[in-house]
C-alpha cells in the first residue's frame, strides 16, 4: 500500500528510466562499463621490487653521487692487460666515486673474495679518494678487490640493473634464487598494494624494462662513455633506473657465513624479462583485469556499480509490473 | 609485326636485361652426401663451447640471403658453414659444394631452411655465421673466410668477430698489419639472451683494409683477475674493389 505522496516520488523515479526518461537503462549501463574500463586501463605508477641472492650482478650507474662506496683496504688493479699486475692496496677511508654511465660488475662465490669491476668504452670509469685528500685516477677499466673482509659491507647505487646471468658453456656466476614484487597504485589513493610476486630459480636472469621507445641522449661531460651512453645501438625499449643496494656478509658472520651477494631494489618499470635456460623465458607484468582482484578500491566501486545495476533492474521490473497494472484497470473500466 | 623486328625487339630485351643475368653469383649447394640441412630451433637450446661463433663482414653487396667470399683454391670443394643465433636457439653445420669460382668472386649460398622465416627475423647482430673450407668433420680449424648477410648490407664496412666471451671483458687486436696493429674493444651484448654468443668485435674497413691477407686476429679475454687463453686466428679477406 501506498500513499499518494510516495506515489508520486516514485512516478518520478521511474519515469527518469523509462522509455521517454532522459536516462535510458541502456545507456547508463554502458556508461558505468566505460567508466569501470577506463578505471581498469587507466596507467598507473608500478613499482617492481627485487629480492634476491646472486653470485654476480651488473648496473650501469645514472647517479654517482648516490653510488659511492667505502673502499677501504681494498686491492685495485687498472690495467686490463696485465694480469700479473701488482694490485695496490686502498689505504682506510678510501672511496669510490664513480663517473657517470659507467658499468660497474659485483662478482662473489660463496664468502670468498668480492671483486667490483669498472668498464667504459671510452673515457674514465670514476676515481678514488684515498682519504688523504688524493686521488687515484681511473682509465677504461678498473678491478677492485675486496679480500677477507670482517664486517657486512653496503653498494648503494641509482641505474640500470641486470642480475645474474644466461647459463651456457664458460659462466661460473649466476643468479642464485629470490623473488621479483611488483607493487601497483591504489585507485584514487596514494595508497599500494601488492599486483604481484613471482619466484626466480638458480639460473635465471633479470632485467626491468620500460615499454617505450629511449630518447636519443649524448653523454655529459666527464662520464664514461659506452656504447648504450651514446645510443650507438638501436633500442626498441629502454631499461629502467633502479634504487638498491647490494650487502655483503663476512665469512665469519655471527650467524654462519651468508653466501654471494644479497641484492634489493625498487624502481619503476613495466615488465621484468627473465631468461631461463630451457625455456623461451617469460615477462613478469601486471595484467589490468588482475587489478579487478588486487585493487580494494576497484573492487569496492565493481560492487557499486553492481548493486547500481541490480536495483535498476528491479525499478524496471517494479515499472513494467505497474504498466501492466494500469492496462488491466484500463480494460475493467 | 615481321619476323626481322621480332628478332630486333627480343634482342633489345635481352641486351636490356643482360647485366642481371651477369650479376647472379655462383652458387654453393649442399654436400649431395648429406642434402638434408642439418638445423635445430628449439627452446631447449644447445649449446657451443666454442670462442669464435661466427666471422663476417658488412657494408658488402649481397644476392640474396647468405654468401661467402672463398679463396679461389677452394673452387669446386667443400665449405663448412655453422650458422648460430645469439639466443642460441638455432644452430645449423652443414658442409657445401662451393661451384667453380675466380679470385674475388662471392658464392651465394643456396640455404633451403624449413626456419628462414625466423631466420630472416633475427637482426644483423643476432646471427653469426662461421665458414671455413672443407667439411665440416674437420676438427681444427683456425683459418676463416668471410660471410654475410642481407642485413648487413646497409651497414658501414668492417670485419665482425662474434664471440662467446664466457661474459669476460674481450678485446680485438689485428696481429700482422703494421698500421692496423690497434686493440680495440669489443662490444658486449647486455640486452636479451646470449647463450649462443655474447661480444661483437669489429675492425673498420671503411677507409682502407689491411695490407696482408689472410688478416690475423687476435682475441683477448679478461675475467676479473684471471685473464682467459688468448684466441688467434686467420681470416682470408675477400677482395674489395669497391
Keep these: ?333 | 609485326m615481321d619476323r626481322a623486328r621480332k628478332l630486333g625487339l627480343i634482342g633489345a630485351l635481352l641486351t636490356a636485361f643482360s647485366p642481371i643475368v651477369y650479376s647472379i653469383d655462383p652458387v654453393a649447394i649442399l654436400d649431395p652426401n648429406s642434402p638434408i640441412l642439418n638445423e635445430v630451433y628449439k627452446d631447449e637450446v644447445p649449446v657451443s663451447g666454442k670462442v669464435i661463433a661466427g666471422v663476417g663482414m658488412s657494408g658488402l653487396a649481397v644476392n640474396g640471403e647468405l654468401a661467402l667470399f672463398p679463396k679461389a683454391e677452394s673452387s669446386l670443394g667443400f665449405a663448412c658453414v655453422q650458422v648460430m643465433s645469439r639466443d642460441g636457439r638455432y644452430w645449423a653445420e652443414n658442409t657445401f659444394v662451393l661451384p667453380e669460382i675466380d679470385l674475388g668472386d662471392r658464392v651465394q649460398v643456396s640455404y633451403p631452411s624449413k626456419y628462414n622465416d625466423l631466420l630472416n627475423e633475427y637482426d644483423a647482430d643476432d646471427l653469426a655465421i662461421l665458414s671455413y673450407s672443407g667439411r665440416c668433420e674437420k676438427k681444427k680449424v683456425n683459418n676463416f673466410m668471410v660471410t654475410t648477410r642481407q642485413k648487413l648490407v646497409d651497414k658501414s664496412r668492417a670485419l665482425i668477430v662474434y664471440v662467446n666471451s664466457s661474459r669476460a671483458d674481450t678485446y680485438i687486436r689485428v696481429m700482422n698489419d703494421p698500421l692496423k696493429k690497434v686493440t680495440k674493444k669489443c662490444r658486449k651484448i647486455t640486452e636479451g639472451r646470449r647463450t649462443g654468443y655474447d661480444t661483437i668485435c669489429r675492425v673498420d674497413m671503411s677507409e682502407r683494409t689491411p695490407a696482408v691477407n689472410p688478416v690475423k686476429l687476435g682475441i683477448y679475454r679478461r675475467k676479473f683477475n684471471k685473464s682467459l687463453k688468448p684466441v688467434q686466428f686467420l681470416v682470408v679477406l675477400p677482395e674489395l674493389n669497391s
Design chain 1, 1 to 333: 500500500m501506498t500513499t499518494p505522496v510516495m506515489k508520486g516520488g516514485l512516478k518520478r523515479v521511474l519515469g527518469i528510466f523509462s522509455r521517454g526518461g532522459f536516462l535510458r537503462k541502456e545507456w547508463l549501463l554502458l556508461l558505468m562499463v566505460i567508466l569501470i574500463m577506463s578505471l581498469v586501463f587507466y596507467p598507473r605508477e608500478k613499482i617492481f621490487t627485487i629480492d634476491v641472492s646472486t653470485e654476480v650482478v651488473s648496473f650501469r650507474i645514472s647517479d654517482p653521487k648516490y653510488s659511492e662506496w667505502d673502499i677501504s683496504g681494498a686491492s685495485l688493479q687498472k690495467h686490463f692487460f696485465e694480469e700479473t699486475e701488482k694490485a695496490t692496496l686502498l689505504p682506510d677511508d678510501s672511496h669510490l666515486e664513480p663517473s657517470k654511465g659507467v658499468t660497474v660488475q659485483l662478482q662473489r662465490h660463496g664468502v670468498s673474495t668480492i671483486y667490483i669491476k669498472l668498464t667504459c668504452d671510452a673515457g674514465s670509469v670514476g676515481r678514488i679518494d684515498t682519504g688523504d685528500g688524493k686521488y687515484i685516477e681511473l682509465g677504461e677499466w678498473a678491478l677492485i678487490s675486496i679480500i677477507g673482509e670482517v664486517k657486512p659491507k653496503l653498494f648503494p647505487f641509482r641505474g640500470t640493473l641486470d642480475i645474474g646471468d644466461d647459463v651456457t658453456v664458460g659462466i661460473d656466476s649466476i643468479l642464485l634464487g629470490g623473488s621479483v614484487s611488483i607493487v601497483e597504485e591504489k585507485l584514487l589513493t596514494n595508497g599500494h598494494y601488492i599486483a604481484g610476486k613471482e619466484t626466480l630459480n638458480p639460473g635465471d636472469r633479470v632485467q626491468l624494462w620500460k615499454s617505450q621507445k629511449p630518447v636519443s641522449k649524448r653523454a655529459e661531460d666527464g662520464s664514461c662513455i659506452n656504447s648504450k651512453t651514446l645510443n650507438v645501438v638501436e633500442e626498441q625499449r629502454e631499461m629502467s633506473d633502479v634504487d638498491g643496494f647490494v650487502r655483503t656478509e663476512p665469512a665469519n658472520n655471527y650467524f654462519g657465513p651468508v653466501n654471494a651477494l644479497n641484492l634489493v631494489a625498487h624502481g619503476k618499470a613495466d615488465y621484468a624479462e627473465v631468461n631461463r635456460f630451457g625455456s623461451a623465458g617469460y615477462e613478469i607484468k601486471v595484467l589490468p583485469l588482475t587489478r579487478f582482484v588486487n585493487d580494494p578500491i576497484l573492487a569496492i566501486l565493481l560492487g557499486v556499480v553492481t548493486a547500481l545495476l541490480l536495483l535498476l533492474e528491479l525499478v524496471s521490473k517494479i515499472q513494467s509490473f505497474n504498466d501492466s497494472k494500469n492496462k488491466g484497470d484500463d480494460i475493467h473500466d
